[in-house]
Structure formats: structure tokens, C-alpha cells
């Protein structure tokens, strides 16, 4: 399982370039200005998100560092007790949504505090792994294409955030 | 309802800081966070450069379009309103794969790109349509089978097991995913009968 999964994620990528490349090639596309030509597109859409990532960003940051979070986290303790969750993972769940590299720092704090094959080290890498952040993505996504209406998008981000934090604990649970 | 929540984070955090008498740190936070959002966004930079360019060689070969035809019934039932065989369904499924085989880096791109061809779809440039949100919700909760991230960490830190987090990252990312879906389905389908 270990070596076909590591290898799988190994030759996944070069197996894919080489494929669209020869295939392109077979089909007589000018490769490598075709290449060129879409990658400017890359850097249009990078400049577009920018400012929507900065915005988001400072707010992310100013939330963690000001102790707004921590004082969320007091407030919301007396359910957590009563709902039996563990209190070390609630920061992770909490900051999974707002910021993918905050909340792998803490995944990793817990991971290196009480082992990997500790339940707590399980559950840890179970909820980083298990969703992506919504903040990002959706202010990645919809910046890109210069939405401003998201709608009902962020709604169901963060429900199905929640609902992803209680399959890990769940799942975990029953599974070791 | 994102700026709602933005001035919120914002204004409470500086009024906590206050109370705290931490307003030192509020600048620094500033700073600190726009520079974060740069740094992301160059690291994004490279990547999105790179795929963006090799999609374009897939396009223009026609691969993608193969992909639209031979997946596009799957893609289909989740995104009744893209036309068949249009391109964003190429990308979408791409996009699923590569968010299922955890290679986040290329999953991005190929995500972009389809919100791109949806807003060729879209009637109102501003407003989300409700292929973009099911898009969006697929990759918010998003299908991992190899969580390589964390597969890396806990190799580091010395696990017995470190892929025994295979199975149960794929079992609650599922289920977190297939609520999304439903969510999703039902917000449509009230926004839908709202708007008529």
C-alpha cells in the first residue's frame, strides 16, 4: 500500500505532462508556443487575485495575532466539554476554514506535542486532510473571475466545514 | 455576506486588541497578513504560469475536448446547465481528479480555468452563477484520497503508520463533500424559485 501509493503520486504528474505534450505534438500544435501563449494567462489571473488575497490575508492575520480567536475559543469551551471534544483540536477546526498554512502549523504543533499514532495525532491529520480552506478558495476562485455576488457559496463552505469537522471526530472514533 | 464578515474580523480584532492592550500588534498584524497575501499569490504565480501554459497545449490538441465527451455524463449530472461537450467540463473533471489524487498545485489552475469558461456562461459578470457555487462547494469540502501534506508530517515526526490516515480522510472528506452537494442543491433550487 505504502510503495503504490508513494509511487503513484510520484509518476502521477511527469506522466501527465508527457502525455499532453506527445499527444499535442502527434496532433501538429506548435507546442511550445501554444505553451507560451496560455501561460500569459497565468499571470493575468494571478494579478487579479492579489488584492482579494491581501484583503483576506490581513484580516486572516489580524483575527489570530489581535486575540479575537483565542477569546472565540474561551467563549465557545463550556459546549465543547459538554459535546466531549477534545479542546487541544478545537484551534485546528476553528482555523481550518480561514487559513490553510495557520491551521497545518497547528496540525503539525499537535502532531509533534502527542505523537502521530496518538487518537489526538490522528484526528489532527484527519481534519487538516479532510477539507480545504474556504476562505482561500473561494476568494481565489471567484477573484480570478472578478465575482463579487458569491451568493450562497461561502454558506455551504463553511456548513460543510463544520459537517467535515464532525466526520473526523466521528470517523476517527469508530475507525481506530 | 463577505463583507459583512471581513469588516467583522476586522473591527473585532482591533477592539480586542484594545481591550487586551495589545495594540501594538495590530500594525504589525497588518503588515504581516498583506505580506502573507503576497507571498501566496507568488507562489501561485509560478504554478499558474506553468499549468495554465500546458492546459492551453491540451486544448488546442483537442485532449480536452475528448475528456468533455468521454466524462462529461458524470460532470453532467452535477452541472445540468453547461452545455455538452463545452469545455469547462474538461477542466472540471480535471480539477476533480487532481483534488482527488491531492495534488493540490495542479488542481488550482485547472479550477481557474473552469470558472473561467463558466463565466463565458454566465448572464450576470458580477454575480455567481450556480455552476460557479457547485464548483466552488466540490472544492471547499473537496475529495482527498492521498493527503500527501499530511502523509509528509507524520512520516516526519516518526508514525508507525503514517498512511493509516488514508482511510479515514477519505471516508470524512466524503461525507463532508456529499453534504456540500446537497447543501448546494438545495440553496439552488430556493435562490431559483426566489428569483422567478
Known amino acids: 500500500m505504502y510503495q503504490v501509493v508513494n509511487l503513484l503520486s510520484i509518476w502521477a504528474i511527469p506522466c501527465f505532462i508527457a502525455f499532453i505534450l506527445t499527444h499535442g505534438w502527434w496532433k501538429k500544435v506548435p507546442v511550445y508556443d501554444t505553451f507560451v501563449e496560455g501561460a500569459k494567462g497565468g499571470l493575468v489571473t494571478t494579478i487579479r487575485i492579489l488584492p482579494h488575497l491581501v484583503a483576506m490575508m490581513v484580516a486572516i492575520t489580524l483575527f489570530r495575532q489581535s486575540g479575537a480567536l483565542d477569546l472565540f475559543l474561551e467563549l465557545i469551551k463550556p459546549l465543547l466539554v459538554f459535546l466531549h471534544i477534545p479542546s487541544e483540536i478545537v484551534p485546528l477546526a476553528l482555523l481550518r476554514p480561514l487559513s490553510g498554512t495557520g491551521s497545518l502549523a497547528i496540525a503539525t504543533d499537535i502532531i509533534a506535542q502527542y505523537g502521530p499514532d496518538s487518537m489526538i495525532g490522528r484526528l489532527a491529520s484527519t481534519m487538516q486532510g479532510s477539507t480545504d480552506t474556504t476562505f482561500y478558495v473561494l476568494t481565489v476562485y471567484f477573484g480570478a473571475v472578478g465575482i463579487r455576488n458569491s451568493m450562497y457559496a461561502l454558506k455551504v463552505g463553511l456548513w460543510s466545514d463544520l459537517m467535515g469537522v464532525v466526520a473526523s471526530l466521528v470517523v476517527v472514533a469508530v475507525l481506530f | ?196
Open chain 2, 1 to 196: 455576506m463577505l463583507n459583512v464578515i471581513w469588516l467583522f474580523m476586522i473591527v473585532i480584532s482591533i477592539i480586542v486588541a484594545a481591550i487586551n492592550g495589545r495594540m501594538e500588534t495590530v500594525s504589525q498584524a497588518v503588515f504581516d497578513g498583506a505580506k502573507t497575501g503576497l507571498t501566496v499569490s507568488f507562489g501561485l504565480l509560478s504554478v499558474l504560469i506553468f499549468w495554465m501554459g500546458l492546459m492551453k497545449i491540451a486544448e488546442k490538441s483537442g485532449l480536452l475536448h475528448l475528456v468533455s465527451i468521454a466524462l462529461g455524463p458524470i460532470v453532467q449530472r452535477l452541472f445540468p446547465d453547461i452545455p455538452k461537450g463545452h469545455p469547462a467540463i474538461g477542466y472540471i473533471m480535471s480539477n476533480i481528479s487532481a483534488n482527488i489524487l491531492g495534488l493540490g498545485n495542479a488542481a488550482t489552475p485547472m479550477g481557474l480555468k473552469a470558472m473561467e469558461e463558466l463565466q463565458k456562461l454566465n448572464p450576470d459578470k458580477e454575480r455567481a452563477s450556480p455552476a460557479m457555487c457547485t464548483l466552488l462547494a466540490i472544492n471547499t469540502a473537496s475529495i482527498t484520497l492521498i493527503p500527501t501534506t499530511m502523509i509528509a508530517i507524520r512520516l516526519q515526526y516518526g508514525s508507525s503508520n503514517a498512511f493509516e490516515i488514508v482511510s479515514s480522510t477519505l471516508l470524512a472528506s466524503s461525507i463532508a463533500t456529499l453534504f456540500a452537494l446537497m447543501l448546494d442543491r438545495y440553496y439552488r433550487y430556493r435562490t431559483m424559485n426566489k428569483l422567478r
